[in-house]
T-cell receptor
Framework: NAGVTQTPKFQVLKTGQSMTLQCAQDMNHNSMYWYRQDPGMGLRLIYYSASEGTTDKGEVPNGYNVSRLNKREFSLRLESAAPSQTSVYFC???????????FGSGTRLTVV | GEDVEQSLFLSVREGDSSVINCTYTDSSSTYLYWYKQEPGAGLQLLTYIFSNMDMKQDQRLTVLLNKKDKHLSLRIADTQTGDSAIYFCAESNDSGGGADGLTFGKGTHLIIQP
């Protein structure tokens, strides 16, 4: 009964470093999402995947790439981290039906 | 594009009712949601309402929807210290798992006074 699992929970990067945030869900959901949460900004959609094999840009995709590895996993990659990418990142999934999304517990990323 | 507005803060006394308000602009919204975020945690779905409903009640939670005014509210009866959190209003114009994600408000910090 894990739901949506994100790793790592915390990360500090230097400007220019790269990293991949991992997300996996065990609910057989079709759709998966990456959001970032910043103070006073609410949640903003970075990328989403409506189904296995498809990905699309959200509101704030610049500086990020994603991979929908299989139905369970949806990763977010920062190729060259910038201080503006300091944020809390949430992965979510949805079955495509009623009930909204299930969120992971978040990854707190600091870029120095 | 779509927009969802909420007040940033609400302070209530323990035992009183809390009413958190939300307005949205998308007239084709199909589902409206309330999420709760406790410190250091992810968002937890509290409740949702379909756009053809006026009200939904679930224990201490009551959701009211005025579709004409595009106004949604969440009432928490007998507010407890455990209700202290950020509450997010969100809307979607499809079944909720659609391609372009939910649109979230910026969240309302509910502060409980003893």
């Amino acid at each position: 009964n894990a739901g949506v699992t994100q790793t790592p929970k915390f990360q500090v990067l230097k400007t220019g470093q790269s990293m991949t945030l991992q997300c996996a869900q065990d609910m057989n959901h079709n759709s998966m999402y990456w959001y970032r949460q910043d103070p006073g900004m609410g949640l903003r959609l970075i990328y989403y995947s409506a189904s296995e094999g498809t990905t699309d840009k959200g509101e704030v995709p610049n500086g990020y790439n994603v991979s929908r590895l299989n139905k369970r996993e949806f990763s977010l990659r920062l190729e060259s981290a910038a201080p503006s990418q300091t944020s809390v990142y949430f992965c979510a999934s949805s079955v495509n039906g009623v009930g909204g999304y299930t969120f992971g517990s978040g990854t707190r990323l600091t870029v120095v | 594009g779509e927009d969802v507005e909420q007040s940033l803060f609400l302070s209530v006394r323990e035992g009183d009712s809390s009413v958190i308000n939300c307005t949205y602009t998308d007239s084709s919204s199909t589902y409206l949601y309330w999420y709760k975020q406790e410190p250091g945690a992810g968002l937890q779905l509290l409740t949702y309402i379909f756009s053809n409903m006026d009200m939904k009640q679930d224990q201490r939670l009551t959701v009211l929807l005025n579709k004409k005014d595009k106004h949604l509210s969440l009432r928490i009866a007998d507010t407890q210290t455990g209700d202290s959190a950020i509450y997010f209003c969100a809307e979607s114009n499809d079944s909720g798992g659609g391609a372009d994600g939910l649109t979230f408000g910026k969240g309302t910090h509910l502060i409980i006074q003893p």
